[in-house]
């Protein structure tokens, strides 16, 4: 059986930090509760302390779930309830691949046609960053991280890109907020941020390509070896526990 314990409904934030209707604030609200790991793998899901502790009623909540199942985020277990998804080497494999293709596309078309308001834009994300890393602020940091890459598909002029680019690379995320509070991680991001950065101001869409491979190259290593260190919060773990259970 899995040790994972029910989630802690009090680490939802608030709806009211979200827009849209009812239904759609519910599912924010646990979606970022999932991807920031206030919900880490394996946690029980149960629709009772969400609607307490958001003050709604079950059917949001039940759709919210339903939705999260279907991008891959909760699993409906058969007699065990529904709980968080284990993290999945072989789909963050596929994630990476395909933001990576993305944002290789986009980070060149971005170098090429950068105009000043964009540099802008991108300077003072660069500016918070390191503020972020001074303050010791990693979640902060974190989602200063995510702006920077949106930043990037949103310039590009393709209105949908960015969303595409967070629906396939959803299992990536939760694995990243794993990974940045290993001691340097975040400092040296800063500075693969920088040399991307530095490319795209340049207009060298080449060196903007291969500062964005490199930065992302780094992922796959690290997760494959935060797989070995952390086995539980893995399918193979949860597999490997449930048979010797």
Do not use: W
């Amino acid at each position: 059986m899995s040790k994972y314990q029910d989630i802690d409904a009090t680490l939802l934030p608030d709806i009211g930090a979200f827009e849209g209707s009812l239904a759609q604030r519910v599912y924010l609200a646990v979606k970022h509760a999932i991807l920031a790991l206030d919900f880490p793998p394996g946690a029980i899901l149960r629709k009772a302390p969400i609607c307490e502790r958001l003050g709604v009623s079950r059917a949001p909540v039940a759709d919210a779930i339903t939705r999260l199942g279907a991008e891959g985020l909760v699993d409906v277990v058969p007699q065990s309830g529904t709980r968080v998804s284990f993290l999945s080497v072989s789909e963050i494999r596929e994630g990476v691949f395909l933001r990576e293709a993305l944002e290789l596309a986009a980070v060149a078309k971005v170098a090429r046609d950068l105009t000043e308001d964009q540099r802008r834009m991108l300077s003072r994300n660069m500016r918070l960053q390191a503020l972020l890393i001074e303050d010791g602020d990693v979640p902060g940091f974190y989602q200063a991280d995510e702006e920077f890459h949106t930043l990037l598909m949103k310039f590009t002029g393709f209105p949908h890109l960015a969303n595409v680019a967070q629906t396939v690379s959803l299992q990536v995320s939760r694995a990243r907020m794993l990974l940045l509070p290993t001691p340097g991680r975040v400092a040296e991001t800063l500075v693969e941020h920088r040399a991307i950065f530095d490319a795209v101001l340049d207009h060298d869409e080449k060196a903007a390509q291969d500062a964005m491979q490199r930065h992302l190259g780094q992922l796959m290593p690290r997760i494959e070896t935060l797989e070995k260190e952390k086995p539980d919060l893995f399918n193979a773990g949860f597999q490997t526990e449930s048979a010797t259970g």
